[in-house]
Nanobody
Framework: QVQLVESGGGLVQAGGSLRLSCGAS????????MGWFRQAPGKEREFVAA????????AYADSVKGRFTISRDNAKNTLYLEMNSLKPEDAAVYYC????????????????????WGQGTQVTVSS
């Protein structure tokens, strides 16, 4: 039982940076692995990044490795995605997702692994 709300989306030039945030209502935020997914028009929702319960492990899609950084602040019940060197192909609606786990170190990367989703925030990259 957790509600997720994304923020921070907007319009940026190619090569620019943007930081997305996802606020969670759950006070036991540390019990959830978290992920970011994105969906462009006409395409399926795809994995972007994931982070384990304590933040000790991360996973990234090959397309964003070296450019995006996922992090979390459990004291603030907040998930972040720092996006640098943005490309036009990064444009999409970005969603945060959560799953409550007993295993502390795993980083799920499948849509079906997650139980809770935010409403999404739009990222537009101009060329």
């Amino acid at each position: 039982q957790v509600q997720l709300v994304e923020s921070g989306g907007g319009l940026v030039q190619a090569g620019g940076s943007l930081r997305l945030s996802c606020g969670a209502s759950e006070g036991t935020f540390n019990n959830y692995a978290m992920g970011w997914f994105r969906q462009a028009p006409g395409k399926e929702r795809e994995f972007v990044a994931a982070i384990s319960r304590s933040g000790g492990s991360t996973a990234y899609a090959d397309s964003v490795k070296g450019r995006f950084t996922i992090s979390r602040d459990n004291a603030k019940n907040t998930l972040y995605l720092e996006m640098n060197s943005l490309k036009p192909e990064d444009a999409a609606v970005y969603y945060c997702a959560a799953v409550r786990l007993t295993i502390v170190f795993i980083t799920p990367r499948r849509k079906e692994d997650y139980d809770y989703w935010g409403q999404g925030t739009q990222v537009t990259v101009s060329s």
